[in-house]
């Protein structure tokens, strides 16, 4: 055995080298001492184990017991399934390899108690949801991310692109257009300012810049409007630099085409739940 081997070596040390009675016998008993196993930390307590599992496709969902999607924990898990295809499609990406962790909390106070912050909010792995925002908005934040797009210094592109991109059914077109009419528009240089663009009503900041994102996207393309939302660069000068108009052109152009596609059901993209499909 190990201590007793240890005692042997301990004991054939004292001898040889004849140290006195009293000292090798502290010196023995110290070696021969068994030390105390230490005791295994616990591992906290895991908060999402009461929560429901829901496994489909690319997501490992979990649903908290206060969540209004509890009851449609399979529904929404496979709606999440097909938006990941079509926003990636859409983002001209990939579909991500790895397994994606979706957690959908009951409320925003629910997300901070366990997480710290607010949700929607993502990681590296996985998406959470308080279901405030619709379906698709931190789904595409999260492919964003994966795609290399990181926020980039104009707030109106950053939140743009989620908005346009997160299944709500709403035209954003049409919305803006009515902001026209009524004298609530803010006007695209304004929007630059994030100062001023974080201030502004949720309805304004959503449907200009989602409607902004749409009319660069189907004119001049997705290259452009990602160079736009990672330009670090002055946001007069990277309207006119990178689409190549000047800025009050681009300006007149947008609403016009918002005017255009105001009653266009095709510029929506819209949640379809195949209701058919049980869990």
């Known amino acids: 055995m190990r201590f007793a081997g240890h005692d042997h070596r301990c004991r054939r040390f004292f001898i040889a080298i004849g140290v006195a009675a009293a000292l090798g ?14 005791k295994a930390a616990s591992a906290p307590p895991d908060p999402y184990a009461a929560w429901s599992k829901y496994t489909y496709g690319h997501f490992v969902a979990r649903f908290s017991p206060t969540s209004l999607y509890l009851n449609r924990k399979g529904e929404l898990t496979k709606a999440y399934e097909r938006f990941l295809t079509e926003i990636c499609g859409l983002l001209e990406m990939p579909v991500p390899d790895q397994k994606i962790q979706l957690y959908v909390y009951g409320n925003r106070l629910e997300a901070e108690k366990i997480i710290g912050e607010d949700a929607p909010t993502v990681t590296d792995s996985a998406i959470h949801w308080d279901g405030t925002y619709a379906y698709g908005y931190q789904l595409t934040k999260f492919l964003l991310a994966k795609k290399g797009v ?65 009319f660069i996207m189907f004119n001049f393309g997705l290259d452009p409007l990602l ?16 689409l190549q108009l000047r800025v009050d052109v681009f300006e007149t152009s947008w609403l016009k085409f918002a005017r255009e596609h105001g009653g266009d059901t095709s510029a929506v993209i819209e949640e379809v739940v195949d209701t058919t499909q049980k869990e």
Not at 25 to 38: A, D, H, I, N, V
Not at 227 to 242: N, Q, V
Request: with cysteine; charged share 20%.
């Open 227 to 242: 160079k736009l939302a990672k330009s670090r660069d002055d946001w007069k000068a990277s309207i006119e630099i990178l």
């Open 25 to 38: 016998m502290l010196f023995f008993t110290s070696c021969g001492r068994k030390e105390e196993p230490q």
């Open 150 to 214: 990181q926020s980039g210094r104009f707030n109106v592109i950053n939140e743009g692109i989620p908005h346009l991109l997160n299944y709500s059914g709403i035209n954003y077109h049409a919305v803006l257009t009515r902001l026209v009419d009524s004298g609530g528009y803010v006007p695209l240089l304004t929007l630059g300012d994030n100062a001023v663009f974080d201030t502004l009503r949720f309805k304004v900041k959503q449907s200009e810049s989602a409607s902004l994102c749409g």
